[in-house]
């Protein structure tokens, strides 16, 4: 009886622990005048994904940027491990040994009814017990425009007294800000509590990602009455939570 019991705790432990779709790159090749990333993927969740499209970033030990990947995954099937290869967009195949990192992006999921699937990103995991064996640090990103090479504006808050930057990879270059792909950074400021090169992560305990998101914080407590702002920020590496007053 206690064997029986046993087994059906663990299947249904199993399925609860595996709702998701594990991933990683498990080597980098270069055949020839290319380079190739090596890929696999085990679609273990209850959602069904017909098509997922990935952009992976390739970076060197101290992430500075190397290449990028496209990938394009159809009619995955579920539980089984689907191993590919894709090629990676970069200057000079002879950078190809440099690369110890990659970022992964999940662009989107399509369901098998057609629709897009929202909230995709959220099922991705890494393999870990894949991961014990690569030789390439995997890491995921929410944060699509991150390595974006376009000229990105800043914006005023008037309520906080503060110019701000989207965060992407020359700006955290810049300001020496590491293992984070999402926020906005202050650039210029009349605050006394905000410093320039803050990297704000979250307000009001939600995730920032543009200057909307922030703004839309800012618009609901001030329809509140509310008078300041919980901000959850990044200064000199260390995380940081301020209060910080909202100028009418």
Do not use: H, W
């Not at 991933?23 to 890929?39: P, W």
Request: proline fraction near 1%; charged fraction near 25%.
């Amino acid at each position: 009886m206690y064997k029986i019991l046993l087994f059906f705790i663990l299947i249904i432990s199993g399925n609860t622990l595996s709702d998701n779709i594990l991933v990683n790159v498990t080597g980098v090749t270069k055949v020839g005048e290319e380079c190739f990333l090596s890929i696999e993927i085990q679609d273990q969740s209850k959602t069904k994904i017909a098509n997922v499209d990935l952009s992976i970033y390739s970076l060197d030990e101290n992430n500075s940027l190397i290449g990028k990947s496209e990938i394009g995954l159809k009619k995955i099937r579920k539980k089984q491990p689907y191993k590919t290869f894709t090629p990676i967009i970069m200057n000079s195949v002879e950078l190809c040994k440099n690369i110890k990192k990659t970022d992964l992006v999940v662009k989107e999921c399509q369901l098998i009814n057609g629709t897009s699937y929202k909230n995709c990103s959220n099922l991705f995991e890494i393999d870990k017990k894949e991961s014990t064996t690569s030789i390439i640090e995997v890491n995921f990103s929410n944060n699509s425009n991150y390595y974006l090479n376009t000229k990105r504006e800043d914006f005023f808050i008037p309520e906080l007294g503060v110019r701000l930057k989207v965060l992407d990879i020359k700006t955290a270059q810049y300001y020496n800000i590491e293992n984070y792909k999402n926020g906005l950074v202050v650039i210029n400021n009349s605050n006394s509590i905000l410093k320039e090169g803050d990297l704000i992560i979250e307000a009001e305990m939600n995730s920032i990602f543009k200057v909307q998101d922030l703004n839309e914080k800012i618009k609901d407590l001030k329809t509140n009455n509310k008078k300041s702002i919980l901000l959850s920020l990044v200064r000199e590496k260390e995380e940081k939570l301020f209060a910080v007053f909202l100028r009418k």
